[in-house]
């Protein structure tokens, strides 16, 4: 999976675990995850043998769920992706508009491995008369180029001196497909998720202004290849000034978590959310009260990798104090079964439970 801040990596086993014992108790089945990002909550969930709908915003998290929830390993098995990732490989490589603007102007890739990505970014719309066959190939290309990039995990700079695996060739694989049909979607939360229906939902919003199309701007014109215009040192779509999501908004995230709430119709609702992000925990709780049952599970988890290596100056020189490295993860469960709402609360060496909310 790729880099991708607020991703689910660490907390996916807790995510997982708590979604089961819904499952268990309620035979609930179906989840929808309305926030998908790299799509890692919507695969582990499907692997478990969830029915998954995934939606995001963004095209190519919508491209990323396609493959690695939509998608049915059956029907595109390794050996058939492989012979095409193949051919794709042996694609000479074409420096152009890509290279130049991602790799020269901006410094995101070597500009060898540009000029292949440049390539294999074009052979992939042969295919586009299949477009879960096109979502699979570009999955693989991201993927590809996300192990070779040479930025800290987001695209709102690049390193100064290259990252080491910038040097290492690019290489297609066969992403992790799973068997079985899901449903991905391109949506904006707040059309979907009166839509959408499920036994679960899942959410994962934004916690806070740092907007996901701007930090992850060159999947998003590599899944379009629309060549935008770019603007400042980073090369970032025109777009991303106009493309806003009300979730990065102090101001506007609150009322859009509320209209998002009001019209899910599931019976259980899973919420991650942090401390460190727009709303308190009592809000949340707050804005889950229709349920009737909420409870509020909490970890503690290590904060993201420049909050603990510190801030250092361009001389290299330590600046500044870091206030901590560690924050505290919620996961609010909640539920119209009563059942539910016990099972959480009977099972404090599973699960840590703090401050249990029945409202
Ligand atoms: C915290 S991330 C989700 C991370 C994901 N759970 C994972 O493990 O990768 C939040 C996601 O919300 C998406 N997003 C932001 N605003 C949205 C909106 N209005 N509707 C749908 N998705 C939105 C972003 O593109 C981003 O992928």
Sequence with gaps: MIKYIGSKRALLPWIVETIETIRRLEKAQSVVDLFSGSARVGHALKARGFQVTANDVNTYAFVLAQALVEADARVYPQGRIARILHELMQVAPAPGWFTRVYCEEARYFQPNNGARIEAIREAIEA?????LLKAILLTSLILAADKVDSTTGVQMAYLKRWAPRAYNPLRLEYPPLLAGRGQAF??????????????????DPPYNQHSYLGN????ETLVRWDHPQTYGVAQKRM???ERKSPFN??????DAMIAVLSQIKAH???VSFNDEGFFSAEEIEWMLKEWGYVVRLTRPHQRYVGARIGIYNPQGEKVGRISHTENH?????????????????EQPEVLAISQPTLL
């Design 127 to 131: 295919h586009a008369d299949d477009p």
């Design 186 to 203: 391109l949506g904006d939360a707040l059309e979907m998720a009166g839509k959408l229906e499920a036994d679960i939902f899942y959410l």
């Design 216 to 219: 992850y701007h060159v999947w």
């Design 239 to 241: 777009d991303v000034q």
């Design 249 to 254: 908004s102090k101001r506007e995230a609150k």
């Design 268 to 270: 259980h609702v899973v």
């Design 329 to 345: 993860e919620f996961l609010f469960v909640a539920t119209h079964s009563q059942k539910v709402h016990r099972a959480f609360l």
